[in-house]
């Protein structure tokens, strides 16, 4: 069900839930930016809650667009439990970017 639908080519974002088992899939679509990132993080702390026993799971295979900050609000879900899944060279990329460097920060002493 979509939680926010707005035009991709008005440069919104739209993001789907979708439960699965204990878990929970969020499907973005559009730019991850601006005003929307705070769309975001409002909907991933509304919904994660009810599946804190399952896992979340953040697709942004139709991400056109992802700013700093919105770089930065992945990063964070990641190193929350998030799994980010997407398709497609650009996205994988990132989200490898991402993986590795929350590894590095764990490796990291304090």
Do not use: Y
């Not at 804190?52 to 056109?64: A, K, L, Y």
């Amino acid at each position: 069900m979509p939680l926010l639908t707005k035009r991709r080519n008005a440069g919104l974002l739209r993001i789907t839930t979708q439960k699965i088992g204990t878990g929970l899939r969020l499907k973005l679509d559009g730019k991850l930016s601006g005003p929307w990132l705070a769309e975001l993080e409002r909907a991933w702390s509304e919904l994660a809650k009810p599946a804190r026993n399952g896992c979340v799971i953040v697709d942004i295979t139709e991400v056109t667009h992802i700013d700093p900050e919105g770089r930065r609000l992945l990063e964070q879900m990641h190193q929350r439990g998030v799994k980010l899944t997407g398709c497609g060279i650009m996205i994988r990329d990132i989200i490898q970017q991402i993986e590795l460097s929350a590894g590095a920060s764990k490796a990291r002493p304090h």
